[in-house]
């Protein structure tokens, strides 16, 4: 008798349990797969272990914690490029490979800036605002923390023998900077910002920033026809891939296993700033 009369009830409750779930369910999804606005904000971001590189999402609002520095720095002589920048080991190779085809085509090129830490980045970032004042500077800088060099897989280049790139109307136009736009994704290189694009990517038109992907990564991101941040977002809202076939190649060392990197000394903050040529990295 009880469970006759309950059962019109029951049912309701069921129907509408399971209307919320999916109501929940749909926002999750929409939630987890839209690109975040360009908001200025200090979020950790999902994706920072040192093996993680490749996936990292930086951008005015996610950020790296201050002690990220990777171990295993090289400068770039070792690609035979100009050597008072570094980058981490495992881009040395395709760096080195994509210098000499560029060189090959006439459009020789050199390294203006490369890993900045994040004591770095806070003078190159104070440089700029300076400069440009704060509105402009976070348009075109990034903040502490926020910065793809910081990765130790990004690289600022110029053309060799020429000024900083960001002296020029559109650098993208000279000859190292429309052979990099044309090839860099062959050696695994992509350009983070791109021009029109900075409602999505967060910063304006830089055609001498590229970010280290690999090369299989670097030609997806070309096909998918979308900017580097949209990319690494989709793949960080997807659906976590099957688990790994064991392999018997040596894994990298989770971040665990690694030295804990030395947090920037206070004094690093208060270091005179150094003349535009010289620094500050775009
Ligand atoms: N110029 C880019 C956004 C940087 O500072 O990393
Ligand atoms: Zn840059």
């Given at each position: 008798?009880?469970?006759?009369?309950?059962?019109?009830?029951?049912?309701?409750?069921?129907?509408?349990?399971?209307?919320?779930?999916?109501?929940?369910?749909?926002?999750?999804?929409?939630?987890?797969?839209?690109?975040?606005?360009?908001?200025?904000?200090?979020?950790?971001?999902?994706?920072?272990?040192?093996?993680?590189w490749s996936r990292t999402v930086l951008?005015?609002?996610y950020r790296l914690p201050s002690t990220y520095r990777p171990v295993d720095l090289r400068s770039t002589a070792n690609a035979g490029l100009n050597?008072?920048?570094?980058?981490?080991?495992?881009?040395?190779?395709?760096?080195?490979?994509?210098?000499?085809?560029?060189?090959?085509?006439?459009?020789?090129?050199?390294?203006?800036?490369?890993?900045?830490?994040?004591?770095?980045?806070?003078?190159?970032?104070a440089y700029w605002t300076q400069v440009s004042g704060y509105a402009a500077a976070v348009r075109s800088s990034a903040r502490a923390g926020h910065s793809e060099h910081q990765l130790g897989t990004t690289i600022d280049f110029r053309s060799y023998g020429g000024s900083a790139p960001w002296y020029y109307s559109d650098w993208g136009k000279t000859k190292a900077g429309a052979w990099l736009r044309a090839n860099a994704w062959k050696y695994g290189f992509v350009m983070s910002y791109p021009k029109g694009k900075s409602?999505?990517?967060c910063y304006a038109y830089e055609p001498w920033h590229f970010r280290y992907v690999g090369r299989a990564k670097a030609s997806h991101v070309r096909a998918s026809g979308l900017t580097l941040r949209e990319y690494l977002w989709r793949e960080q809202s997807a659906p976590p891939?099957?688990?790994?076939?064991?392999?018997?190649?040596?894994?990298?060392?989770?971040?665990?296993?690694?030295?804990?990197?030395?947090?920037?000394?206070?004094?690093?903050?208060?270091?005179?700033?150094p003349p535009p040529e010289a620094s500050p990295g775009g």
């Open positions: 008798m009880m469970g006759r009369m309950a059962t019109p009830r029951l049912r309701l409750l069921a129907l509408l349990v399971a209307c919320a779930l999916a109501t929940a369910l749909a926002a999750t999804v929409v939630s987890a797969s839209s690109l975040p606005s360009c908001k200025v904000a200090d979020t950790l971001t999902a994706q920072r272990s040192y093996a993680a951008d005015t609002r050597g008072s920048n570094t980058v981490r080991s495992f881009v040395i190779a395709d760096l080195r490979a994509m210098a000499a085809a560029a060189r090959r085509a006439g459009a020789r090129l050199a390294v203006q800036s490369a890993f900045r830490s994040y004591a770095t980045q806070r003078s190159t970032f409602s999505v990517t891939p099957p688990p790994p076939t064991p392999s018997p190649t040596p894994a990298e060392p989770s971040p665990s296993s690694e030295p804990t990197p030395v947090e920037p000394s206070p004094s690093a903050a208060t270091t005179p700033e």
